[in-house]
């Protein structure tokens, strides 16, 4: 198989989409903007060994690839539409893709999104994806529009990949079934997109948690130039973590743990009941787990009442730490 075999036979054919002028087969893919949105541009490269292992099934690996860039639309409020994919692939096995294509376009199709280009080239396993998703002109979530007195809150259960991660690399050890349950958030993030529509005109700002619950929550105080309190107990994670782990390794794995790939987002306390019945409508439970302050920092304390402050040894994940 060459590479423009793979390229006729399992990328061209898909759904049709009319805002697609000219998808895979020519130099460049257009797009027509409908008119009063916004578009949405991101991109993320994911490496063997440093975000998957080297024996990772090839319909987890796709799942996982555009999983993780699917959030990124989600905290942005945005609906997902386009992908392009560049890949570095030691060989064309003909099966080893079949699976991978079969799981990618699976998720894509879930999201209504269409993959309108991209590359190929021999490589160790490195992949690289550009996505581009729409909104309503305007209404995006950033990370620089948190207020001084919003509630914090934060979708699903965190800690459970990072979990995973470290009992996989013999740093931690769980029960087979809560190891089991971790493994898949592991593998297969589940994107928040729908939430992330719903609370567009509730939240004031929003972050996917990729690195860590703590350092990106950072990011939003950085870019809105405020503080915050996390009460550590109100975190929602698997209740078998707790007990299984000793509560330096929770709160590690909870709190700076990432690849959650969940949304943290603040709102104002009048916009409770409405997220609320966001949850509900998006079947996706959210948590509110603290508040934006004038501190100009980022506290982290057992709970609301005892107030005791946390010291993380970490706040997260670096590329270059």
């Known amino acids: 198989m060459t590479e423009f075999d793979f390229i006729r036979k399992y990328l061209q054919n898909q759904q049709q989409d009319h805002q697609v002028v000219l998808g895979i087969g020519d130099d460049a893919a257009i797009v027509r903007p409908k008119s009063g949105y916004d578009l949405c541009f991101s991109a993320d490269m994911l490496l063997k060994n440093k975000h998957f292992f080297e024996n990772v099934l090839p319909e987890d690996l796709a799942w996982k690839v555009l999983a993780v860039n699917i959030s990124d639309m989600a905290a942005m409020g945005a609906k997902p539409k386009w992908v392009l994919l ?60 948190a207020k ?55 939240a004031h700002a929003a972050q996917d948690v990729s690195d860590g619950l703590a350092q990106d929550i950072g990011h939003i105080l950085t870019a809105s130039n405020v503080g915050a309190e996390i009460w550590a107990e109100q975190v929602p994670t698997l209740p078998q973590l707790k007990e299984s782990l000793s509560r330096g390794q929770w709160l590690q794995y909870t709190l700076a743990g990432g690849d959650d790939y969940e949304l943290v987002f603040t709102a104002p306390e009048s916009c ?50």
């Open 86 to 145: 560049s890949a570095g692939l030691p060989e064309l096995d003909e099966n080893w893709l079949r699976r991978f294509c079969n799981s990618l376009f699976d998720l894509a199709q879930r999201f209504g999104m269409i993959l309108i280009g991209g590359d190929t080239t021999r490589g160790d396993l490195v992949f690289n994806v550009t996505i581009i998703g729409e909104l309503p002109q305007g209404q995006a979530l950033r990370r620089e529009a």
């Open 272 to 321: 409770r009941g409405a997220l609320e019945a966001a949850s509900q409508q998006t079947d996706t439970l959210i948590t509110r787990i603290g508040k934006i302050t004038d501190s100009g920092r980022l506290k982290v304390v057992n709970s609301v009442s005892d107030g005791l402050e946390i010291a993380l040894t970490s706040l997260g994940f670096d590329h270059f730490g």
């Open 148 to 202: 001084i007195g919003d509630d914090i809150w934060v979708s699903g259960k965190i800690g459970l990949a990072a979990s995973a991660l470290n009992c996989l690399l013999k740093r931690c050890e769980l029960p087979s079934e809560v190891f089991q349950q971790c493994e898949a958030e592991l593998l297969r993030p589940m994107p928040r997109v729908a939430l992330g529509q719903a609370i567009l005109n509730l």
